[in-house]
């Protein structure tokens, strides 16, 4: 794959950039980002903005979206489940790593639209993970590949008893829309009380909510462990979306990076006279930016390679959890300030819904759904602690029955 020239500082991740073997990347990822970009550039992001002022992205976009095989549900179950439709770029199954997963969404929410991204899928990348971990062949079949083609759209509630964090919760329930719960015996429904209803398209559910229990996902002592699995997938793709993907890449796109509106450029690289004060401040800036993103990036691209390396191993046994809350936290501080920074670089521009400050403008409303969704940043930095707690006494028990041996 031929390497396309970067023109912004800070505005692509290192790695693939430079011409060198490294232990993340091969010639596969590199045709998939290949693929996803070229996608994207000609099919998505010249008519982003105008979909986003619509309130939403045309059906036919959306189901050429869902053929293409974006919205196949991951973890990869069976072919069957994914309607029988091909992986992004045609990319085998058995070849299909967390690697590819992160190049698509880092791709995708270049756009710096979130409201695009979602309309083509979001809730199913949120609702529809816990259904392939953790449901039943018959719960699989009668949701994935409805969902992959793009006939069926979910959204998520994560319930508990008593309708507090959703860390706590104990049941993890699907509300069929095509089943009335009214029909059901008494005794094949179960009310919860839902605090967590996420909106991608599909009805909401808050307050007491009754639902069959052939719609309840896994066994009810299995729940607490699918909820907690679920949040911790959720918070490493929103760190990834958050950090990486928006903040660089969509408030640094270049002039030459057309159809896409350019949002901010480095000052001229005059080399004949001295900085003035204006471009010495904005340069500053930019390496602001630099100095939020790159250890973002890293500690991401840690994480990926942790969950990639021991995906055949139990969950107890390699709890990153906390690390993902931490992520999560860190990637939203600095997407905040980049945008703030963004703004102020852009002056007045930055706060206009049109012209070449509009993807800073859409950004700067977007971060509060970042910091917020998958839990706040108060939430988070007591339960990032908790589990690295957890953790570390797992990892010592095991070096002590390690001594042992």
């Known amino acids: 794959m031929t390497r396309r020239p970067v023109t912004a500082p800070y505005s692509e991740p290192l790695l693939p950039q430079l011409d060198i ?4 990347y091969t010639d596969l990822h590199r045709n998939l980002r ?3 970009r070229d996608y994207v550039e000609s099919s998505i992001a010249p008519y982003a903005q105008d979909w986003e002022a619509a309130g939403e992205v045309p059906e036919s976009v959306r189901l050429r979206h869902c053929a293409l095989g974006f919205n196949i549900v991951h973890p990869l179950t069976t072919p069957e489940d994914a309607a029988g439709l091909s992986l992004p770029g045609n990319v085998p199954r058995d070849r299909w790593d967390t690697w590819c997963s992160l190049i698509v969404t880092d791709e995708l929410a270049r756009v ?3 409201g695009v991204i979602w309309g ?3 809730g199913n990348a949120i609702g529809c993970p816990p259904i392939a971990r953790f449901g039943s062949p018959e719960q699989r079949r009668r949701w994935l590949p409805g969902v992959a083609k793009g006939e069926l759209r979910f959204c998520l509630g994560i319930t508990e008893p008593d309708g507090e964090d959703s860390s ?3 049941s993890l329930i699907y509300l069929d829309r095509t089943l009335p719960t009214s029909a059901q015996p008494r005794e094949e429904r179960e009310t919860t009380t839902s605090s967590t209803a996420q909106r991608n398209g599909s009805p909401t559910a808050s307050g007491p909510t009754t639902a069959p229990l052939r719609c309840a996902l896994a066994d009810q002592d299995e729940r607490e462990s699918a909820c907690l699995s679920f949040l911790s997938t959720r918070r490493a793709s929103l760190a ?4 990486i993907l928006e903040s660089m890449r969509a408030l640094f796109d270049s002039p030459e990076s057309a159809p896409r509106t350019p949002s901010i450029t480095p000052p001229s690289e005059r080399r004949s006279a001295p900085l003035s004060l204006r471009e010495q401040v ?3 800036k930019i390496f602001k930016f630099g100095l939020l993103i790159e250890p973002v990036q890293s500690f991401m691209e840690q994480l990926v390679y942790i969950i990639e390396s021991s995906k055949d191993r139990p969950d107890h046994e390699v709890n990153i959890g906390g690390m993902t809350a931490l992520l999560k936290v860190m990637a939203t ?5 980049c945008v703030r920074e963004a703004q102020q670089i852009m002056g007045g521009a930055g706060y206009n819904k049109a012209g070449k400050g509009a993807r800073v403008e859409q950004i700067s409303r977007d971060v509060r759904v970042h910091v917020v969704g998958g839990g706040s940043e108060e939430i988070l930095m007591g339960l990032a602690l908790q589990e690295e707690m957890k953790a570390l006494r797992v990892r010592q028990k095991a070096l002590k029955n390690a001594a042992k041996l």
Request: a negative charge; aromatic letters at 10%; charged letters at 20%.
């Open 240 to 243: 990834s979306e958050c950090t």
């Open 168 to 170: 706590s919760g104990t």
């Open 21 to 24: 073997d490294n232990p993340y």
């Open 282 to 284: 904005i340069q500053s």
């Open 120 to 122: 083509l899928g979001g």
């Open 34 to 36: 290949a693929y996803v």
């Open 112 to 114: 710096g639209f979130i």
């Open 333 to 337: 501080r600095a997407l905040e300030k």
